[in-house]
């Protein structure tokens, strides 16, 4: 039962998500009534809030990278550490996770960046206030509809982000993907790609974008720091 709830955003719509966690945690939630009554936590359209809807919507995929590995672990290993008088937690702590590491690794590679593009859990159950809970996809939503530079600069950040979280840990993946997590603790960490996909598409938005600021720049300094020149300015300072 717990593996299917853990499991359940991977079929959800983020909406849906963001849904059952207002209504399981909510202020009249069957939790979140307990939580507000008892201790005066309220976790609807909070910071709190948006941490747990990203949370909720990554942990599936943080969970199946370490099943997958787990499974496949050599139980050899762990009864020769218990047989040598090892206790079970010292086992655990010296030889399971010492195996795993690659898969955990892979793990908060992969819920990181779902967690990043987050975007209907958060806004149904944590709002959009821009003091507490605007995200950088809804972020990204708003600067669409007011100031579609800005929106670029903002879709440009998230790939720079995405791009070096992969090169971070895109090896460690590949790791575990491999099935290497009996070797995982002395393996040898190969150098990240040197021009991926993303880092392409990060060149070409620069290419096409760093002129239209310039320009931009270019005609604030003309008209004496009007409208255009303060817009501008706020895209390089983002």
């Given at each position: 039962i717990v593996r299917a709830v853990v499991l359940l955003p991977m079929v959800l719509p983020p909406v849906a998500g963001g849904t059952a966690l207002l209504f399981a945690l909510g202020r009249k939630g069957f939790i979140g009534e307990k939580l507000n009554s008892w201790f005066g936590i309220t976790l609807p359209f909070t910071t709190a809030g948006a941490?747990?809807?990203?949370?909720?919507?990554?942990?599936?995929?943080?969970?199946?990278?370490?099943?997958?590995?787990?499974?496949?672990?050599?139980?050899?290993?762990?009864?020769?550490?218990?047989?040598l008088g090892a206790s079970p937690i010292r086992t655990f702590f010296t030889v399971t996770l010492p195996m795993l590491r690659s898969s955990i690794l892979a793990g908060i590679a992969l819920s990181w960046a779902r967690a990043?593009?987050?975007?209907?859990?958060?806004?149904?159950?944590?709002?959009?206030?821009?003091?507490?809970?605007?995200?950088?996809p809804l972020q990204l939503f708003v600067a669409l509809e007011t100031n579609p530079e800005r929106a670029m600069v903002i879709g440009m950040l998230m790939v720079v982000i995405s791009e070096v979280s992969h090169d971070a840990m895109g090896p460690y993946c590949a790791f575990a993907a491999a099935g290497s997590v009996h070797h995982s603790s002395t393996a040898v960490r190969m150098p990240p790609s040197t021009c991926s996909p993303s880092c392409l598409a990060v060149l070409v938005l620069l290419v096409v974008a760093l002129p239209s600021v310039g320009a931009r720049v270019a005609a604030g300094a003309n008209d004496g720091g009007g409208e255009s020149g303060r817009r501008a300015l706020s895209l390089i300072h983002i």
């Open positions: 941490i747990i809807a990203a949370t909720f919507v990554a942990l599936p995929f943080f969970v199946l990278s370490i099943e997958s590995s787990a499974t496949e672990l050599d139980s050899k290993l762990e009864e020769a550490s218990l047989n990043l593009g987050e975007f209907g859990a958060t806004i149904t159950f944590a709002g959009d206030n821009p003091e507490q809970t605007r995200t950088l």
